[in-house]
Structure formats: structure tokens, C-alpha cells
Antibody, heavy 121, light 111 residues
Framework: QVQLVESGGGVAQPGKSLRLSCGAS????????MNWVRQAPGKGLEWVAI????????YYADSVKGRFTISKDNSKNTLYLQMDDLRAEDTAVYYC??????????????WGQGTLVTVSS | QSVLTQPPSVSGAPGQRVTISCTGS?????????VHWYQQVPGTAPKLLIY???NRPSGVPDRFSGSKSGTSASLAITGLQFEDEANYYC???????????FGGGTKLTVL
């Protein structure tokens, strides 16, 4: 069965960086596009970024464009999110999720359990 | 403020039927983009409930159904059960934002 395990969350100061990882198993990782979706405390879901199955195409939400970078290592079955110039409003639980179907008409099929990122001085 | 509008809350008694609306515009649902629904029990990760407007993944009970018309979509839940208490989110794509979008979420309470 599909398993997605996020890691790398924690506390970071404004302006600093953090890198999240998502280890995948139970499916052919190299065949799937992947996403990061976040949820601020007590708030709804917000899509952050998507990367195609081969890593060649990436799209970002306007709120993180230019600061966050999504990548995937198909040899390690791992998805990453490099978060730079962090802001207080980036505080959230970050979920990785598999993408099913073409972009942008597909959907988030399987989700990890999430990792909490807190940006505070 | 999301471009997909959902009611903040709905409620119903066990066994009853409830619907959750997701209202968009000509730049998302009305542009022909599919609507997908997710269920999130508080403290847990979201789970895919309906994809492609009307399709249920395997394992999702047929008490859950989706529909889409014009610039809106709906999720219907029949035979309400206490385990259905959760937050429900619709999701689509918006051409003005050039990105994937979620509705603000609807909290379902089973009385």
C-alpha cells in the first residue's frame, strides 16, 4: 500500500531556511507527479507546489513562488521542499501527496501524515 | 478568501441526508475543470473522497456522491453516520490564479 512519510519540520526564524522530505513506498515513485499541500493551524488546505513524475515541470502557488523549490529524487523515492526566506505565514502542517491524472485536471490521491513547520523568532 | 465557496458548517441527524455546496466561477468550475472532494477528520491527513466530479475511489461507501453543474458542485452524504463527522474540502483549478485551489472547507456535525 502507498506510504508517504514527511520529515524535516520544526521551528525556524523568519528569513531562515528549512528543507522538508517525503519518503515514498508502495508504488512506483518515478511514475507519479507529487505535491506539497499545507494547512495553517485551524485553517483550510492550501496547495503549495507540484512536480511532474520526471521532475521536468514544476508549478507553484503565488504565495511561495521564488522562495520555495520542489524537487524529487526518483532514485531515492524521495520528494523535497526547500523553503527559503521563511515568513510567519508559512507556519503550517505540510503534507506531501501523490498526483493522479494530468496537470491541472488531476487530483491528490494519497496523502502523508504531515510535518509541522513553525516560523517564529 | 478562496475562489471556491463552501458553507462553513452543515449538520444532520444520523440516517439523514446532507449536501455540501462548492460554488466557483467561470475561471474554475465553469471553465470545465473537474471538482474533487476530500474528507479530513480533525487531527488526521485529508483523504480523497470523490474525484472527477462523480467518481468514488475504492473503499469509499456509496453513501457519498458528487455532482457538478455550471459553476458549482455538490457533495451529498446519505444515511449519515457519526463517523462522517469531519471537514470536507472541494478542489479544482483556477485559470486566473494559474493554480490548484481548495474551497474553504465545511465542517459536518452529526447531531
Amino acid at each position: 500500500q502507498v506510504q508517504l512519510v514527511e520529515s524535516g519540520g520544526g521551528v525556524a526564524q523568519p528569513g531562515k531556511s528549512l528543507r522538508l522530505s517525503c519518503g515514498a513506498s508502495g508504488f512506483i515513485f518515478s511514475n507519479y507527479g507529487m505535491n506539497w499541500v499545507r494547512q495553517a493551524p485551524g485553517k483550510g488546505l492550501e496547495w503549495v507546489a507540484i512536480i511532474y513524475y520526471d521532475g521536468n515541470n514544476k508549478y507553484y502557488a503565488d504565495s511561495v513562488k521564488g522562495r520555495f523549490t520542489i524537487s524529487k529524487d526518483n532514485s531515492k523515492n524521495t520528494l523535497y521542499l526547500q523553503m527559503d526566506d521563511l515568513r510567519a505565514e508559512d507556519t503550517a502542517v505540510y503534507y506531501c501527496a501523490t498526483w493522479s491524472g494530468g496537470y491541472p485536471r488531476g487530483y491528490f490521491q494519497s496523502w502523508g501524515q504531515g510535518t509541522l513547520v513553525t516560523v517564529s523568532s | 478568501q478562496s475562489v471556491l465557496t463552501q458553507p462553513p458548517s452543515v449538520s444532520g441527524a444520523p440516517g439523514q441526508r446532507v449536501t455540501i455546496s462548492c460554488t466557483g466561477s467561470s475561471s474554475n468550475i465553469g471553465a470545465g475543470y473537474d471538482v474533487h472532494w476530500y474528507q479530513q477528520v480533525p487531527g488526521t491527513a485529508p483523504k480523497l473522497l470523490i474525484y472527477g466530479n462523480i467518481n468514488r475511489p475504492s473503499g469509499v461507501p456509496d453513501r457519498f456522491s458528487g455532482s457538478k453543474s455550471g459553476t458549482s458542485a455538490s457533495l451529498a452524504i446519505t444515511g449519515l453516520q457519526f463517523e462522517d463527522e469531519a471537514n470536507y474540502y472541494c478542489q479544482s483549478y483556477d485559470t486566473n490564479l494559474s493554480g490548484l485551489v481548495f474551497g474553504g472547507g465545511t465542517k459536518l456535525t452529526v447531531l
